[in-house]
T-cell receptor, first 116, second 115 residues
Framework: AQTVTQSQPEMSVQEAETVTLSCTYD???????LFWYKQPPSRQMILVIR??????QNATENRFSVNFQKAAKSFSLKISDSQLGDAAMYFC?????????????FGKGTLLTVNP | DTGVSQNPRHKITKRGQNVTFRCDPI?????LYWYRQTLGQGPEFLTY????????KSRLLSDRFSAERPKGSFSTLEIQRTEQGDSAMYLC?????????????FGPGTRLTVL
């Protein structure tokens, strides 16, 4: 079974600074998808960024980028120029890329606080 | 259509009662997922539908839980004889098959409190 580990229960960052959230995972598959989801307080989960395992190039979406290290099974999220609206719970998630069920396996989350 | 909707948003019930939640996915999405999220944890997979067929159920889904997706549209999740341990946020997500990454779009969730 796949597992996802987020070792930082809480992180804080000053507005306009950069923060990196860590994620490691375990799988025996060679191809799979990895995601970072954001869950603001009392609001629904939204996708921040995604990565396919066989693509070596790290994904980037505006201020969000990932550092994907396949051999180390590591998938960290970097948020640049942090904004107050980035404050949320962030979840790292894994999904198979084949078969019929693309269920997500989530980590426990990292609560990000952005200080003005 | 603005996204995945779930009703009710909050449900308080007494132990032993039955509850039913509804999820309306994005209209063209043929895949639908239910997850459960307890305090301080990430969501955990419960069950998955492709169109009207329930293709996988987690071992977390005891016999007291049942889910349906008639005609491949909305889905319901019923919990019979609720227990205090069932208190959680129940999340629904939908996706479109054959899209890269099978991106799942989440609803706002139904928060269940069992007294």
């Amino acid at each position: 079974a796949q597992t996802v580990t987020q070792s930082q229960p809480e992180m804080s960052v000053q507005e306009a600074e950069t923060v990196t959230l860590s994620c490691t995972y375990d799988t025996s598959e060679s191809d799979y998808y990895l995601f970072w989801y954001k869950q603001p307080p009392s609001r629904q989960m939204i996708l921040v960024i995604r990565q396919e395992a066989y693509k070596q190039q790290n994904a980037t979406e505006n201020r969000f980028s990932v550092n994907f290290q396949k051999a180390a099974k590591s998938f960290s999220l970097k948020i640049s120029d942090s904004q107050l609206g980035d404050a949320a719970m962030y979840f790292c998630a894994y999904s198979n890329s084949g078969g019929s069920n693309y269920k997500l396996t989530f980590g426990k989350g990292t609560l990000l606080t952005v200080n003005p | 259509d603005t996204g995945v909707s779930q009703n009710p948003r909050h449900k308080i019930t007494k132990r032993g009662q039955n509850v039913t939640f509804r999820c309306d996915p994005i209209s063209e999405h043929n895949r639908l997922y239910w997850y459960r999220q307890t305090l301080g944890q990430g969501p955990e997979f419960l069950t998955y539908f492709q169109n009207e067929a329930q293709l996988e159920k987690s071992r977390l889904l005891s016999d007291r839980f049942s889910a349906e997706r008639p005609k491949g549209s909305f889905s319901t999740l019923e919990i019979q004889r609720t227990e205090q341990g069932d208190s959680a946020m129940y999340l629904c997500a939908s996706s479109l098959a054959a899209t890269l990454y099978n991106e799942q779009f989440f609803g706002p969730g139904t928060r269940l409190t069992v007294l």
